[in-house]
Structure formats: C-alpha cells, structure tokens
C-alpha cells in the first residue's frame, strides 16, 4: 500500500461507541520454510480463529489523542485468581495503540479515541492475542472515525505490523496463510472442531523459538488436512496436524514437552502446540469430551485451561 494519505475529508463521528469482538486463533498445521533475504521466514500455515477472544470497546476522544484502558477479563474465561499477572503493555507499546496511530497516519484523521480493552486470551502462547486485538482496533476504528476503507487496505495496513494480522482482517474462521502470513486464502471448512487448550505458566517469544528451529527434510503437506476437514473426518485431521515450530519450543522449554506427554496419555483424538507456544491443544471428539478432559488436566495443575470451538 502507498505510503502516503490513503482517504480523507473529515467527516462528523456519529458512533458514540463501536465494540468488536477480536477472537484467538491455532494453527492446525504451521510449516516452516526456509528463511528469506528479507529476514522473515517462507510460512505456509493453517489458522482456525476461537470462541476465546478479547473484547475492545471505541469511544471519540476530543482532538487527536488515544487512550487505553485495559482489564483483565481471564477470571470470566475460566481462569483462576491465581493465574500470574497479565503481561500486557499500557500505552504505546501494545498492538492496539500501534494500529491506532497507524490508522490515523495513513488516513490524515484528525480524530481521537478511548480504547478499552478486556484481555482473556492468554499473552505469549502462539494464539496471537496481540495481532487480534490489532486487527480489531483498525476494523473498530475504521467505523467509529467513518474512515470507509476496505478490509483489504485494512489487512494491507495490518500486514505492516504483524503477519498474523492479516487472517483476521479475512472476514473469515479459517484460511490458509502463505507468505510470512499475509498470503490469505479464506477456507470454507463444514467441521466444528472442540478444543482443549493449555497456557502452561512458562511463555517462549516468537523470534526465539524461530531462531531455534531447524526444519527437518521433507515436511507433510497442507493438502491432505483440508481434504480431511473439508470431509470432515476427524480421525484424519488429527494425524495431519502439524507443527514445524514444536520441536524448537520443545528443546527451549521444559512445559511443552510435559504438556505433550500429559494429552498423549490422555488420548483426545489429536493434539500440537500452537505457533510458536507455548499453548498446546487437545483437539477432541465434541465440547463434552473437551470439558471432561478440562478437568482431568485443571486437576494435574499443568497450567491454565479453556474449553473452545472452532466455528468452521
Ligand atoms: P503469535 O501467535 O502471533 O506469535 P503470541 O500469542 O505468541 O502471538 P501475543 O500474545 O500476541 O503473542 O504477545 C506477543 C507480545 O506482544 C507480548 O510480548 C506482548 O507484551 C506484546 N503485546 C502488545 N500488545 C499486546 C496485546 N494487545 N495483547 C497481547 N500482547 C500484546
């Protein structure tokens, strides 16, 4: 996208307040390519976005300022008072702030806003927490400053700040991702997909668990998993999941490979971590055997614990 003003001729903000929901996501299969000259490394990942979201609520603000406000949401999504605090950044440095300032940039918009955020998806655990809530500023925003822009100059502006942010800005619960993730093609996928997740308390950064991997020789491909989704056999989803990422996260952190032997022994039909961890997923039969193995794993304290879906 050029660089300069994309749109505007200010117009009157008539939303008192716009809420979006900004959903996580897992990756069902994550291949890792080698890396390129720009330093990113060539992805070709499958992404399903969650029930498990954040919530953020807009509001004007006179002139041209921003302001965010964030709220710890997790007691509501099942986590425990106990959980450690969350890690998210006030002020400039979180996603949200960043694809505000970036919206107003690229627009010229010389309007203002409160940014309200409650967090429950867990931060640094390869659900992409951060690129969500970015995508759901710029599509809130977008309709609270009446700036018009497409979803496609959205996921333009989004891929500057993040290669996650771009599957959430398709409009879609399920695409392929290619490029360093901005490549999308939108998947129409008839399965729902139930999912035990675990935030082990241990988190891994991105870019370590990426310098630390060493893809191995021929890899699985895609092809077959969204054959077996779109048949919607889950038997066959499960053997084809597939993680290029896990190994690394495996040898960096201690938790995951707990988690990989605690869901082997529990034997929901398929399991992986997602993206670069440090969360791993039981991927189960239904919602009831999602909940019963909940419990199993809130019992052996091996961190914290969500029952979601996939809406395919
Ligand atoms: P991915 O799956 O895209 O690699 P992740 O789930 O591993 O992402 P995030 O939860 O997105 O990781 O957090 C990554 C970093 O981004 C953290 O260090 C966090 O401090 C920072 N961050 C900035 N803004 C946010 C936000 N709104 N929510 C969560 N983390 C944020």
New binding site residues.
Partial sequence: MDSKVLFHEPQATTAVAVRETAPA?VNLFLNVETKRPDGYHELETLMVSLGLH?TLEFRPLPGESLELV?HDARTAAGLGPSSPPL???VGP????WKAAQLLQERTGCRLGARLE?W?R???????????T??AATLRGLNRLWNLGLSLEELRELGAEL???IPFFLSGRPAALCRGRGELITPLDLPLGLALVIVKPAA????PQVFRACRPQGPHPGVEPLIAALKQGCLAAVAQRLHNTLQPAAESLCPSVVLLKETFSRLSPVGHLM????T?YFGLCRNLAEARRLAGVLQAQRVGSVFVTSVAC
Avoid: F, R, Y
Avoid at 93 to 96: I, M, S, T
Avoid at 274 to 277: A, D, E, Y
């Fill in positions: 996501k954040d964030a890690e998210v950044p440095a979180n996603l949200v955020l967090k998806i867990p931060v640094a655990a390869g659900l992409a927490g951060g690129s809530d970015a993040g290669s996650d988190g891994l950064s991105t997602s993206g670069s961890g969360c």
